[in-house]
């Protein structure tokens, strides 16, 4: 920080944190007290803050009233509700704490869901491929003839819908 220290520059030091130099910034307090024992307008301008110091050490500070900590307590941040209603808890057989143990989300439906969505996208896509298996004593052959549209399927090519599209 530049250890120059203008007037406009102490007037906004003291206007924030007031005529104490012990509330001043720490980078800035030596120049800004340079400045005020040098200039008549530094000085002046602390005197001012001094005066303006004093009047406001002479309100009263009270306490809060009953109501404004009511008010503040009724609107304080809550914890956030679980988006799963939490369940009773009951005694549980063995298979239904290692269920909770893996899925402890609640209802099992959406898993069961995805589950069986991507056993049909499986089949689909399985039967739509040309790929054939051929057993012959205790030796399994596949042989696939994959065309360039299966390929750029598997590797997500984003031209090739486009392309099978027009």
């Not at 298979?95 to 959406?110: I, M, T």
Request: aromatic fraction near 6%; hydrophobic fraction near 50%; charged fraction near 20%.
């Amino acid at each position: 920080m530049q250890n120059e220290m203008t007037l406009e520059r102490l007037r906004e030091i003291v206007e924030a944190y007031g005529a104490s130099p012990a509330r001043w910034p720490h980078a800035e307090r030596s120049a800004a007290e340079a400045l005020a024992s040098s200039s008549p307008e530094a000085q002046a301008l602390l005197a001012e803050a001094v005066r303006f110091d004093a009047l406001l050490d002479m309100a009263p500070a009270e306490a809060p009233s009953a109501a404004l900590t009511e008010r503040l307590i009724a609107a304080r941040p809550r914890a956030a509700t679980p988006l799963v209603p939490m369940r009773r808890e009951t005694a549980k057989g063995f298979l239904r704490g290692l269920f909770e143990a893996v899925w402890p989300y609640g209802s099992a439906a959406f898993p069961a869901g995805t589950l069986a969505a991507a056993l049909v996208m499986g089949v689909a896509l399985g039967s739509a491929s040309d790929i054939s298996l051929s057993v012959t004593g205790n030796t399994a052959t596949a042989s696939a003839e994959t065309g360039e549209g299966m390929i750029a399927l598997a590797m997500a090519d984003q031209a090739w819908p486009e392309e099978w599209m027009q």
